[in-house]
């Protein structure tokens, strides 16, 4: 058994590189780029996607979900992106493509990553939807990614934790010290791990700090996420519920201007949200 605190064992394993350490899926990088490409076309795009027999499977799994359904079933990728639009067919294949890199080799730490990636899921759509119901169209994409990314860290603790305990079955980790380890230690390390993809830095702010007091440097961006993360809590979509949570009176719903009824459609939204993290 090792003799070296658990903190000291997950820095040296990130430190050597583990296999642990997620790795940004660059298809991610090349979709959104093409997003912003005015001369690829849609058929450019949507063919690029149906290359991917298990990600145009997803993609239309999806579409087809409560929560983006129409009145008839879409049965290419090109139907999806005309019934869903461009953006939001990146958007879905983003979340696709993320949701691989949420898999352990122990049951327990699997259980708590399928937790981890409906709560990242419901915060980044939280987080755009409440962009847009509060007219911050511009920053609604912004909001999305950085709801999607605020919890990174703790997917890459608990893939050390994983990984440490593969390679030691004899080591002690008791729940109480990894649930401690992961929540002192997320903010730091997820902001470190989104800075050395090359992430955008308002994504890496909030990674670092969603969990600090307000203060006149914080964003929209970040009232977003930190309002749609408070609601997931709240409604029980996280590994560590908060049901008696009161977002009303919190400090960046006040920020934000936020209604009891723009929070109450804002739950809805959370909820519809679950049929894309299954």
Not at 39 to 66: G, H, T
């Amino acid at each position: 058994m090792s003799e070296k605190s658990l903190t000291v064992l997950i820095d040296e394993s990130i430190a050597s590189g583990a296999g642990a350490l997620p790795v940004f899926p660059r298809a991610v990088t090349e979709l959104r780029q093409a997003l912003q490409d005015e001369n690829r076309s849609l058929d450019a795009i949507a063919k690029q996607l149906a290359m991917d027999a298990s990600l145009a499977s997803q993609i239309l799994r999806v579409a087809n979900s409560s929560f983006y359904a129409g009145l008839s079933t879409v049965n290419t990728v090109k139907d999806a992106v005309v019934r869903l639009g461009l953006p939001r067919i990146v958007q879905i294949a983003t979340l696709v493509m993320q949701k691989g890199m949420f898999t352990a080799k122990d049951s327990a730490t699997q259980q708590c990553l399928a937790k981890l990636w409906q709560h990242s899921v419901a915060v980044a759509l939280g987080a755009e939807w409440l962009a847009k119901r509060l007219s911050f169209h511009a920053i609604a994409e912004e909001a999305f990614m950085a709801g999607l990314f605020h919890d990174i860290g703790e997917l890459l603790l608990l893939r050390c934790l994983d990984d440490l305990r593969a390679k030691d079955p004899t080591l002690n980790l008791p729940e109480d010290l990894q649930c401690e380890v992961v929540i002192r230690q997320h903010e730091a390390k997820g902001a470190w791990l989104l800075r050395s993809w090359n992430l955008p830095e308002v994504y890496c702010r909030v990674a670092e700090s969603h969990h600090q007091p307000v203060s006149e440097d914080t964003g929209t961006v970040e009232l977003v996420v930190r309002v749609a993360d408070m609601v997931a809590y709240k409604l029980g979509i996280a590994a560590r519920p908060q049901p008696d949570l009161v977002v009303s009176s919190s400090e960046e719903a006040a920020r934000l201007g936020l209604s009891e009824i723009a929070l109450a459609e804002l739950e809805i939204a959370l909820e519809d949200s679950l049929a894309l993290s299954a």
